[in-house]
């Protein structure tokens, strides 16, 4: 039998120090700064909060956002949901178009399990395909998706979303639940605008919207803007990361998740050698030309990975590089793919393990 004793990764009271490499480690104390602070600005606006549960995928994290005031949660897929269900949550949005025949019937019994449930579609094949399958069974909220200029899903005018929106209420099996956005950074106005002559179109039609839904982690400062919006999901606030810090949403000393990476190897001068590849920080450069801020060393450079080696460029370097056997704690570019490639994550406050959690939603992406 294979030698499992690396599965038990921490326990409360070491020191984060000390952990096998490479690993995520998350601060506590700015965790929980972090859950407060978009929390109270939400509630200082009076908007419900609904945070994303893609950035952390652990219930335990979703129960401490719920209890700070969030109303639900938001899921990207059928099989993140199951798991936020099967820990005790009643109030969730699907944020994805629900097509083929095994991921309905598996959103139907989510629907019969829990009291609120809610997806989107942004297409008749969408909603005349939910319909079909609710029919005759408990009513599934279904709310339109707009594209109020992210470039991603959502129907592409206030007409058209109103001519979906009609659709579903016609159709037995299906409740009509109000419209969602995820728009891109800073465009508020054009957000507003999207939605306002939307819900004219609706209040003329005698169609109600009970929920308008904006989203989005770098314009999240800016939710207050879309006068119409009625909640405002965001995932990433949770944590932070770089292009979080680039975007002007928070600093570095708001970043709670780090990537503990150990110098393995200082072939040249130049260069050093992390145990930290793809497999640990991603690929995922979000626009920047290297993969993460390497803390106490700004002006070293991770240029490459391959799947289990980083590369660091200390060329630039004008002080003390890092060297053989140093651990490094390391801001990645995007914390939300860092959370996908780890079975469990490990808190610390000052240092100190307090805690280990397991990353339950992991790999479900269907």
């Known amino acids: 039998m294979p030698d499992r004793s690396f599965a038990v990764v921490a326990r409360a009271g070491d020191r984060i120090a000390d952990l096998s490499t490479p690993r995520?480690?998350?601060?506590?104390?700015?965790?929980?700064?972090?859950?407060?602070?978009?929390?109270?600005?939400?509630?200082?606006?009076?908007?419900?909060?609904?945070?994303?549960?893609?950035?952390h995928k652990i219930p335990a994290l979703a129960v401490a956002q719920v209890a700070a005031g969030a109303k639900g949660i938001n899921c990207q897929k059928v099989t993140e949901a199951e798991v936020f269900a099967e820990a005790g949550f009643n109030d969730i949005l699907i944020t994805f178009n629900i097509l083929g025949q095994q991921k309905l019937e598996r959103l139907a019994r989510l629907n019969e399990r829990i009291s609120d449930l809610k997806v989107v579609a942004d297409s008749e094949q969408t909603v005349d395909g939910l319909a079909a399958h609710f029919s005759g069974h408990k009513p599934l909220t279904v709310l339109v998706e707009c594209d109020t200029g992210g470039g991603r899903c959502g129907v592409q005018t206030p007409d058209e979303a109103a001519s979906l929106a009609r659709r579903i209420t016609a159709a037995d099996g299906l409740t009509f639940g109000g419209i969602v956005?995820?728009?891109?950074?800073?465009?508020?106005?054009?957000?507003?605008?999207?939605?306002?002559?939307?819900?004219?179109?609706?209040?003329?039609?005698?169609?109600?919207?009970?929920?308008?839904?904006?989203?989005?982690?770098?314009?999240?400062?800016?939710?207050?803007?879309?006068?119409?919006?009625?909640?405002?999901?965001?995932?990433?606030y949770i944590y932070n990361d770089r292009q979080m810090v680039r975007m002007g949403h928070c600093s570095e000393d708001d970043c709670a998740m780090h990537?503990?990476?150990?110098?393995?190897?200082?072939?040249?001068?130049?260069?050093?050698?992390?145990?930290?590849?793809?497999?640990?920080?991603?690929?995922?450069?979000?626009?920047?030309?290297?993969?993460?801020?390497?803390?106490?060393?700004?002006?070293?450079?991770?240029?490459?990975?391959?799947?289990?080696?980083?590369v660091i460029?200390?060329?630039?370097?004008?002080?003390?590089?890092?060297q053989i056997g140093e651990k490094l704690f390391i801001i990645p570019n995007h914390t939300c793919v860092v959370s996908n490639l780890f079975d469990t994550m490990v808190f610390h406050r000052g240092g100190i393990v307090t805690r280990v959690e397991d990353v339950a939603a992991r790999g479900l992406v269907w």
Do not use: W
């Open 24 to 55: 995520p480690v998350i601060d506590e104390d700015r965790l929980a700064a972090n859950i407060a602070r978009v929390q109270s600005y939400m509630d200082e606006h009076g908007l419900n909060f609904r945070p994303h549960i893609k950035t």
């Open 181 to 236: 956005t995820y728009p891109k950074p800073q465009a508020a106005a054009a957000v507003e605008a999207f939605i306002a002559e939307t819900l004219q179109r609706l209040q003329s039609d005698g169609i109600t919207c009970p929920i308008v839904s904006n989203g989005g982690t770098p314009s999240l400062f800016e939710a207050h803007l879309v006068k119409s919006a009625t909640e405002h999901r965001a995932g990433t």
């Open 259 to 310: 990537v503990l990476a150990t110098v393995v190897s200082r072939p040249t001068a130049d260069r050093a050698v992390i145990d930290a590849g793809s497999k640990a920080l991603t690929s995922d450069l979000q626009g920047f030309s290297d993969y993460g801020v390497i803390v106490g060393y700004p002006q070293a450079r991770i240029t490459s990975l391959s799947e289990e080696h980083g």
């Open 313 to 322: 460029d200390c060329s630039t370097c004008t002080g003390p590089r890092p």
